[in-house]
């Protein structure tokens, strides 16, 4: 059975979650506060954590920035009432593999937290696995990227962008494929959190190097390819 983390303080929405979770068939323990959700998630192995940003003790951006220096892996949700465009570029920074607005349905965060353990297990799947494009290398076991030799560094959201772009070199990707594959979610027309990403990779893996691999197509969305 999977075990869970669920980072929330407050009970009533807690005890909701807990339910709803352990009626799916996941196990569930709980923490009411982000200091002692941070000694579970770096005393125990869990197959999933979903914390709430605000918690007394620490917050749940700071502890997101703290499991991924132990852990980069676990997949981490994010449960919180801060919807903006920059709230969540925030929480993506911090580490989040993806980010929920209360109030919310049970059954999309089910959705996204299948859809989260299922790229896991194929991501276990192809280790070692070297993606290349003209002078860009990435490297899904160390997840590492590199350009003319020159390693790059990204944040675990600019990486699953860059992933997904490497494995679709030569396709134009909308906005909504970009977010419902990399963020696991619907794309809101509201934000532009997508191209602050796509700006935010322009800037590490173009903006030093003569030739432009991430190419905007207007109307459309974004596509990697040599140029």
Not at 55 to 78: A, E, F, H, Y
Not at 118 to 131: A, M, P, Q, S, Y
Request: one cysteine or more; proline letters at 3%; a negative charge.
């Amino acid at each position: 059975m999977s075990r869970f983390l669920l980072i929330e303080d407050d009970y009533r929405i807690a005890e909701l979650i807990k339910r709803g979770l352990e009626e799916a068939g996941f196990e569930i323990e709980l923490a009411p506060d982000g200091l002692e959700g941070k000694r579970l998630a770096l005393s125990n192995a869990y197959s999933l954590i979903i914390t709430d940003i605000v918690l007394p003790g620490i917050s749940g951006l700071d502890l997101c920035k703290q499991i991924r220096q132990v852990n980069p892996d676990v997949p981490i949700i994010m449960l919180t009432a801060l919807g903006t465009t920059d709230d969540k570029v925030e929480g993506f920074d911090a580490g989040a593999d993806d980010y929920l607005v209360k109030p919310f349905e049970m059954r999309e965060l089910l959705v996204r937290i299948r859809s989260l353990m299922k790229r896991n297990r194929v991501n276990e799947r192809t280790d070692g696995f070297i993606l290349k494009l003209a002078d860009l290398e990435m490297n899904l076991y160390s997840k590492t990227v590199k350009r003319s030799q020159v390693e790059i560094s990204l944040t675990p959201k600019e990486f699953k962008l860059l992933e997904y772009m490497m494995q679709n070199q030569g396709k134009v990707l909308s906005r909504v494929e970009i977010a419902e594959n990399v963020w696991e979610t619907h794309f809101d027309t509201g934000t532009n959190f997508i191209d602050v990403y796509i700006n935010y990779l322009r800037k590490k893996v173009d903006k030093e190097f003569s030739k432009k691999l991430i190419h905007t197509k207007s109307g459309m969305g974004f596509i990697l390819k040599e140029e």
